[in-house]
């Protein structure tokens, strides 16, 4: 089990950047691999991208691609979601994930953050 804790989120303007940071505590974080979701006000939860465990292979969701970028700090036990050129439609709860696939399937994902709030206005 992985114990996971987002930070970074914040209030930017349309156009904008931000970094989520996602901190994990536990001694195999080297071996999972790592999502980003969020969740919109009144909508599901979506996939934005996922990163494998050695960073060998990451995805992107096609709403973010060329936008957002996934990476991994194992040394750190950390996980980034670097955003730029942000819209108010991006604005959500993001949440990182631990699981054994960078899969974009919510059910691929073991361990979940509390999530970190995004607000983007226009």
């Known amino acids: 089990q992985v114990q996971l804790v987002e930070s970074g989120g914040g209030l930017v303007q349309a156009g904008g950047s931000l970094r989520l940071s996602c901190a994990a505590s536990?001694?195999?974080?080297?071996?999972?691999?790592m999502g980003w979701f969020r969740q919109a006000p009144g909508k599901e939860r979506e996939f934005v991208a996922a990163?494998?465990?050695?960073?060998?292979?990451?995805y992107h969701a096609d709403s973010v691609k060329g936008r957002f970028t996934i990476s991994r700090d194992n040394a750190k036990n950390a996980v980034y979601l670097q955003m730029n050129s942000l819209k108010p439609e991006n604005t959500a709860v993001y949440y990182c994930?631990?699981?054994?696939?960078?899969?974009?399937?919510?059910?691929?994902?073991?361990?979940w953050g509390q999530g970190t709030q995004v607000t983007v206005s226009s």
């Open positions: 990163i494998s465990w050695n960073s060998g292979t990451m």
């Open positions: 994930a631990a699981g054994r696939v960078a899969g974009w399937r919510e059910s691929e994902y073991d361990d």
């Open positions: 536990g001694r195999s974080f080297s071996t999972y691999a």
